[in-house]
């Protein structure tokens, strides 16, 4: 099983310029995930979808927007991309289990916006 | 939702136990204890997670205070490839959202 596959996994953008992170997952998660790295820091939520066809917004959904275009698949879109985005993004999700059930997170998509 | 707190840093020998505390004085009752690293910029892995009581894996310890306001997590017998950022995180009142925090680096030192 690949896990969590996101693409791409290096990505230079200029200022302005648009772009989609991709992700998909073969565990038949219910749940999937959104976030993002800035050097030295912690994970912080940009946004989340509880199950296919829903989508809630985390700590930083600002100048991001998600679509989850199936179970398997949870796209995160830069629509005007900004030096403040330049991070490393990482996807993830989870199992169907109410109050417990971990994460699994992609490998990471390193952005970087000039 | 539960605010989590942890040291920013920590270090240990290896070979001996390392203990990481966190604060979670604002859990709800039905809201689990997750605990995750990072090992240089990799994904998080799981580690364990808990509600009221103790619990154990191949991987860690979990101890959870009875009023449930702060946990710690053991790692019985550091090695070199435990030094990681180590994060406490609640589930959030819908049991779905993970709110990371700063976590604490965990150096384990020959």
């Known amino acids: 099983n690949a896990g969590v596959t996101q693409t791409p996994k290096f990505q230079v953008l200029k200022t302005g310029q648009s772009m989609t992170l991709q992700c998909a997952q073969d565990m038949n998660h219910n749940s999937m995930y959104w976030y993002r790295q800035d050097p030295g820091m912690g994970l912080r939520l940009i946004y989340y979808s509880a199950s296919e066809g829903t989508t809630d917004k985390g700590e930083v959904p600002n100048g991001y927007n998600v679509s989850r275009l199936n179970k398997r698949e949870f796209s995160l879109r830069l629509e005007s991309a900004a030096p403040s985005q330049t991070s490393v993004y990482f996807c993830a999700s989870r199992p169907v289990q109410v109050n417990t059930g971990e994460l699994f997170f992609g490998e990471g998509s390193r952005l970087t916006v000039l | 939702d539960a605010k989590t707190t942890q040291p920013p840093s920590m270090d240990c020998a290896e070979g001996r136990a390392a203990n990481l505390p966190c604060n979670h004085s604002?859990?709800?009752?039905?809201?689990?204890v997750y605990w995750y690293r990072q090992i240089h910029s990799q994904g998080p892995q799981y580690i364990i997670h808990?509600?009221?009581n103790n619990e154990t894996n191949e991987m860690a310890s979990l101890i959870i205070t009875e009023d449930r306001k702060s946990s710690t997590l053991i790692l019985p017998h550091a090695t070199l490839r435990d030094t990681a950022v180590y994060y406490c995180i609640g589930t959030g009142y819908n049991f779905n959202k993970f709110y990371f925090g700063s976590g604490t680096k965990l150096n384990v030192k020959p």
């Open positions: 808990g509600l009221k």
């Open positions: 604002t859990i709800s009752g039905n809201e689990y």
